[in-house]
């Protein structure tokens, strides 16, 4: 379908850390322009943008939300705001009639989850949640590895999402606080949860959770695990899966995948099995990514693998996520007047995953259903 020939203006509100990647997306694509930013502070917000290598001089400055919500040449809102101020400000651009692109975690609890969905629904609007990991190749294939059957019958996944988060972060004086960072799902697992949801393309059934608070500063338990049931959608047993969130670890910043079927695994970037090999001139001819090879390998223990090459999920810089998937694929939605298929609705089961989780470990790690 050819793209209505119209470029869409962009507000922009929290101009921090990751606002410069959304920025710079916005920027490279054709049919957008970022016509205001809202902030606190117009000369601490351009500075910040300028040491992220980003400028805006034509964008308008403002620090009045409803600048942005009153403004006739905007037709996205992009909310890049800490975590407390996502919902008031969603449900005020949605009831605006503004396209949204809104950071994660959506909302911090159910009432507010509800209320970003009840206003979307009514507004007609079209969203898109930062789970931008979905534009990552390693996953992108990982996902398409399950559907097409390479891996058999899936039975158990586990996703992990490990970063050492202190004061390093500009984010610090928010995110460490019950008020605005929650959990350690909300804040920063929730990308494990929306992975393990994706990739394996199925919905949780069941969880159970613990956690433990080691790292100082932090209001909120800085370790989560979670074992939970997945519905397979056949009358056999559920898939089993396991998550673990933690900014605990003294490791490099890990995003692990493993997805193991009855026929291989998926183990990070090795393609494990047992009895039948995995033909690998056929993988390599029936993959669909340019960005993914493959190479004959061997484990520690001499078992044949194949090991995968390609752009790993394995920074937690945000220069090196993939926004511009995510933005790209917002306004072509909006221009072709169809959904995202990361918009607030699948975005609010991961953050319902979340919160039975917390929900669970808070009470000692009491099974809930989600
Ligand atoms: N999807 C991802 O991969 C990813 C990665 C990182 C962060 N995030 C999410 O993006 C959002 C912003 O994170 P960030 O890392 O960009 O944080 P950040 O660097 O702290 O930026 C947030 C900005 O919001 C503004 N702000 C407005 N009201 C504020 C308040 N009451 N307290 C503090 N700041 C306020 C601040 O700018 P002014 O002082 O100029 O107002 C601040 O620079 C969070 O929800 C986070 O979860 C997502």
Redesign the pocket.
């Known amino acids: 379908m050819t793209k209505p020939d119209r470029v869409l203006g962009v507000g922009l509100v ?6 410069a990647q959304h920025l710079q997306a916005f920027q490279s694509n054709p049919q957008a322009r970022i016509v205001a930013l809202c ?3 117009e000369a ?2 351009r500075a ?1 943008l300028s040491k992220a290598g980003v400028s805006v001089p034509d964008a308008r400055f403002t620090t009045r939300y409803r600048d942005l919500l009153n403004a006739p040449d905007i037709d996205i809102i992009s909310i ?4 407390h ?2 919902a008031d400000q969603a449900v005020a651009a949605a009831r605006a009639g503004k396209h949204l692109l809104l ?3 959506t909302g911090l609890d159910h009432a507010e989850l509800k209320r970003i969905r009840d206003a979307v629904a009514r507004s007609g609007i079209r969203t898109i949640v ?1 789970f ?1 990991l979905h534009y990552n190749p390693y996953l992108r294939f990982a996902k398409w590895l399950r559907e097409e059957g390479w891996l058999g019958r899936l039975v158990f996944a586990r996703f992990q999402y490990l970063s050492r988060v202190t004061d390093w972060y ?2 610090w ?2 995110v460490r606080t019950t008020r605005s960072g929650r959990s350690h799902l909300l ?1 920063a697992g929730c990308h494990a949860v929306d992975a393990l949801r994706w990739c394996t393309g199925l919905e949780v059934m069941e969880l159970s959770a613990f956690h433990t608070k080691i790292t100082r500063g932090y209001q909120w338990p800085t370790s989560i695990v979670v074992n939970l049931t997945m519905d397979s959608g056949r009358k056999t047993a559920p898939v089993l899966a396991q998550l673990t969130s933690s900014t605990d670890l003294q490791l490099p910043y890990t995003f692990g995948v493993e997805m193991m079927g009855d026929r291989a695994s998926l183990r990070d970037d090795l393609i494990l099995w047992n009895d039948s090999p995995v033909d690998l001139a056929a993988l390599r001819r029936a993959c669909p990514f340019d960005d993914v090879t493959f190479h004959k390998a061997t484990t520690a223990t001499g078992a044949p693998a194949i090991r995968i090459e390609t752009v790993m999920p394995g920074s937690a810089d ?1 220069a090196h ?1 993939p926004f511009q998937g995510e933005v790209d694929e917002l306004v072509t939605c909006i221009l072709e007047d169809r959904d995202t298929h990361l918009n607030v609705l699948d975005a609010d089961r991961t953050m319902r995953v979340c919160l039975a989780a917390d929900r669970s470990a808070a009470r000692g790690g009491r099974p809930v259903r989600v």
């Open positions: 929290g101009v921090g850390w990751v606002a902030g606190r502070n601490r917000a910040r890049a705001t800490p975590n101020l996502h950071e994660k975690p930062s931008e500009s984010g004086s928010w804040a945000v996520h």
